[in-house]
């Protein structure tokens, strides 16, 4: 009789687990604002992806004969800069850049604080050292410490991009100690401490995996804010140099002739507002998709 059990136990847990699945897939396709954010991210990582194939010109390649091109112009679907670069080809690239720097500072805070958030949330004296020091570094605002961060380690994709991870770190463990807290008192995990199991097996065999629809999406608030990050340090000069192009960059480049033609700041800055509207408007869907009360929410 045990053995028949275990069978169906293990049985209606698989089925559990696919019904979640689809539950969570039901509900991001109920969701018209997420499905539209999902739409828009797939577009902005298509033309990440495929950046050398859609630009028609080189990110750096110059035409002198014809600077200040408006949009439509033959030859120039968004116009040219003060160089004559073509700004549809250098706003393709700079999306790759973009989607690169907020990609790594995701990496970087997940990678960091989800084993410390564990660690503190599980272990009362953890607790005490790490919270103590996440207090204190969230006391200072976030872009002040990826400026600081990108100035002493130097300009460049991969300092800004390990600047920012580093700046987000503080807010993921906050977010994975408060889900830790939670799952500690649940009762796989009180089951799992009866059968004498390590805390490292708990925490990585059941609490970890729990909390990885809290993790996810904290990674989709993380994803626009480094996006904007990125933008904001090009535009001091503390990202990405050129020539390699950056939504930042051609803002920073724009300012210089606004006036005489403003298209080539607008476009750049509604590149970032789409960019950083799909992760929010797929981020929030994500989150209510993943909510486990948001089954009796009609």
């Known amino acids: 009789m045990s ?3 275990a069978q169906r ?18 509900l991001l396709r109920r969701n018209p604002l997420g499905m539209a954010g999902a739409v828009m991210l797939a577009l902005v990582v298509l033309v990440a992806v495929f950046a050398p194939l859609i630009a028609p010109y080189g990110p750096a390649e110059v035409h002198f004969s014809t600077p200040y091109q408006k949009p ?5 679907l968004l116009g040219t800069d003060d160089l004559g670069r073509d700004i549809f080809s250098r706003m393709v690239y700079g999306i790759q850049a973009s989607l690169k720097v907020g990609a790594l500072c995701v990496a970087v805070s997940v990678l960091v604080g989800t084993p410390l958030g ?11 050292i ?20 990108a100035a002493i380690s130097g300009p460049s994709l991969t300092n800004a991009a390990i600047a920012l991870g580093i700046a987000h770190i503080p807010t993921m463990i906050r977010v994975v100690r408060g889900e830790t807290l939670r799952l500690k008192e649940s009762d796989f995990v009180l089951a799992a401490k009866t059968m004498d199991a390590s805390g490292l097996r708990i925490i990585f065999s059941h609490v970890l995996p729990n909390a990885a629809s809290a993790i ?65 408007l ?9 909510d486990p009360t948001s089954s009796s929410r009609k």
């Open 3 to 5: 053995v028949i059990t």
């Open 9 to 26: 136990t293990r049985k209606s847990d698989a089925e559990g687990l696919g019904s979640g699945r689809g539950r969570v897939w039901q």
């Open 72 to 76: 439509g112009t033959v030859g120039f």
């Open 118 to 128: 564990l660690l503190a949330g599980y272990w009362k004296w953890l607790d005490a």
């Open 130 to 149: 790490i919270s103590r020091l996440t207090d204190v570094t969230l006391a200072f605002p976030f872009l002040i410490i990826a400026v600081g961060l």
């Open 216 to 280: 996810i999406v904290q990674a989709t608030v993380i994803m626009p804010v480094a996006v904007i990050g990125e933008a904001l340090l090009s535009f001091l000069g503390l990202g990405i140099q050129p020539p390699t192009p950056s939504l930042g960059i051609m803002l920073s480049d724009a300012q210089q002739y606004i006036f005489r033609s403003p298209t080539a700041a607008i476009f750049p800055g509604l590149g970032i507002a789409v960019i950083c509207l799909g992760f929010n």
């Open 282 to 290: 797929f981020g929030d869907a994500l989150r209510d998709a993943l």
